[in-house]
């Protein structure tokens, strides 16, 4: 498979819809802005669409496991409406001391959880999965990365979530943005991978599902 150089179009489906007829068919399953930024680096033309699945943890699920799980299950779900197509499902977890960072969802969380990762090691586990019904291919991938907070001031802390307002995002900061200058390190083997979607794992499954990256 290869892909045309059309100009690269979104859309967003409702599971009736019928896909639009293209020379190949990729879905990042997921409607997530970061996401689909990366994705752009990568590949000329694809869609989002919403996997709605439940990403509940189950007990006694490992941050590995859950990431991996939900990666899967987001991929899955979208390819048993398009089975034709290639989906792209990620997941990320956030953990701190054994505890699991989600999304703030507003400041007066995001400060509570920047004030317990400072100073702190918070690891980072996405998820990434690849789904072909029609053929029954399936791989998945975790890629690990280790973030180790500098001691952040309550000024600092309000002042960052003040100019970046991170609060869709686990762990209250973006790394693409101001959230760089609150870490003392990142030790990673994909510099993309903590901001949602390892490119080189995905490029490795792209190339061997006979997707032509670059």
Do not use: W
């Amino acid at each position: 498979m290869s892909l045309s150089k059309k100009s690269l179009e979104y859309n967003q489906f409702s599971p009736n819809d019928r896909f639009p007829r293209l020379p190949l068919k990729i879905i990042l399953a997921s409607t997530s802005i970061y996401r689909r930024r990366l994705l752009e680096r990568l590949l000329p033309e694809f869609h989002c669409i919403a996997p709605d699945v439940d990403e509940s943890a189950v007990e006694n699920e490992s941050p590995e496991a859950l990431a991996r799980r939900l990666s899967l299950e987001k991929a899955s779900a979208v390819a048993e409406r398009f089975p034709e197509a290639l989906v792209i499902g990620s997941d990320q977890v956030a953990e701190l001391q054994s505890r699991r960072l989600g999304k703030p969802g507003g400041r007066k969380a995001a400060i509570a959880q920047l004030r317990a990762c400072s100073g702190q090691s918070v690891r980072f586990l996405t998820g990434l999965a690849l789904c072909h019904k029609a053929t029954g291919l399936e791989h998945t991938h975790i890629d690990p990365v280790l973030v180790r907070f500098r001691q952040l001031s309550d000024p600092e802390i309000r002042r960052y979530l003040t100019r970046e307002q991170p609060y869709d995002c686990a762990g209250s900061f973006k790394v693409e943005g101001l959230g760089i200058t609150l870490f003392d390190s990142v030790l990673s083997s994909d510099p993309t991978s903590l901001e949602g979607l390892p490119l080189i794992a995905l490029s490795r499954l792209l190339r061997a599902s006979g997707v032509d990256v670059p």
